[in-house]
């Protein structure tokens, strides 16, 4: 009978050909010096570009290496899913295909690994973050909780840059068997269902953080901006995304049977749209932005949603801006705020 793997290193991919060579030969570079009982398993969501050949050179070069290759393209988030529910390892790293791995960062997480508590069933990983060129530093690290910082997951939260690491998939390391899979967050279009998983799985779960980063995310290459020439789309996008996000954290509290005052304080980490602390845009402070335009209120109201109803989702608008949010762009949070928390009442109707 074969050895469960310790840790699957899980890489959801599609059409990044050459960012997931580098990414694969990187992360097997240090698998097979650490010499651990390590999988990669590679999740295809039916690439046209040359990321076949790619993981073929990969599964002839490194014996621990493992690809499954989706018939059709199922969607970013549900590929992300996939690559968590296809792990077999008793712990679950997700790495995004363009994300960089620092040097020693696999010997790092096995040292954690092995000298966690039994009852420690969630890993968050500070990290940095790079242009696209993948050299030039934007940052070195995004969250100010200390060093080898241990508690309930819910208690995170009460540091900045908290909700970067829940969101960034290569941040987190978790423990396979712990995850609950029940509700299927992939359908609320908010490209971070993996976030009301681990909230589910995790909130009242032990977790232990490092400070030190041991991967770097690449940032300005969000596909988003590739997908969306066309503005009028771009409107559509933006505002579904932000209401899928309002619905999993809702769906998650419900799930955990907490109100969504107790999430609150996980909701105003969200730091979108604070530029004068970022070098580039968040896709969801641009899509904040976005929100504001008249065309998308006009848009809500021909759905059938009238000025009095509009008025009533203004005013909880307070359950997912903080008032930091409100500061700094004052009027445009609020009626984002009213048009995101508009567009979840019409579909839950």
């Known amino acids: 009978m074969s050895l469960r793997p310790l840790l699957s290193i899980a890489i959801p991919t599609y059409n990044r050909a050459n960012y997931l060579r580098e990414t694969i030969e990187a992360l097997s570079q240090q698998v097979s010096v650490a010499a651990k009982n390590i999988e990669i398993i590679v999740l295809d969501n039916c690439s046209s570009d040359d990321t076949i050949q790619v993981c073929e050179n990969a599964l002839r070069k490194w014996q621990f ?32 295909d363009d994300d960089i791995v620092l040097s020693g960062a696999v010997d790092t997480l096995f040292n954690y690994l092995k000298s966690v508590s039994e009852d420690t069933s969630l890993l968050l990983f500070n990290y940095g973050q790079v242009d696209k060129d993948g050299a030039t530093v934007l ?92 503005l009028e789309r771009s409107y559509s996008h933006a505002i579904e995304t932000f209401a899928g996000i309002v619905v999993v954290l809702r769906t998650a509290a ?37 929100f504001v335009r008249n065309d998308l209120l006009q848009m809500l109201r021909n759905k059938g949603l009238d000025a009095e109803k509009i008025s009533l989702l203004q005013k909880t608008a307070v359950l997912i801006a903080s008032p930091g949010l409100r500061k700094r762009i004052d009027k445009a949070v609020s009626a984002a705020v009213e048009v995101a928390l508009a567009y979840v009442a019409l579909e839950q109707a």
């Open 254 to 290: 419900k799930q955990l049977d907490i109100s969504m005052e107790q999430l609150e304080r996980l909701q105003s980490k969200l730091e979108l749209v604070d530029l004068s602390k970022t070098t580039s845009v968040p896709m969801l402070e641009w899509a904040f932005v976005s």
């Open 65 to 96: 290496v493992k690809v499954l290759r989706n018939p059709e393209n199922i969607g970013a988030e549900s590929n992300v899913v996939q690559a968590m529910r296809r792990a077999a390892g008793e712990w679950i790293w997700l790495f995004g």
């Open 139 to 230: 940052s070195s690290g995004v969250c100010n909780a200390p060093h080898d910082w241990q508690g309930h997951l819910a208690d995170f939260f009460d540091y900045k840059g908290s909700f970067d690491i829940l969101g960034f998939i290569s941040a987190l390391v978790m423990k396979n068997d712990v995850v609950n899979y029940a509700n299927n967050y992939e359908i609320f279009g908010s490209y971070y269902a993996h976030v009301g998983y681990l909230i589910q799985s995790f909130y009242f779960k032990n977790a232990v953080f490092c400070a030190t980063p041991i991967i770097n995310q690449r940032q300005n290459n969000q596909r988003i901006s590739e997908e969306f020439g066309v």
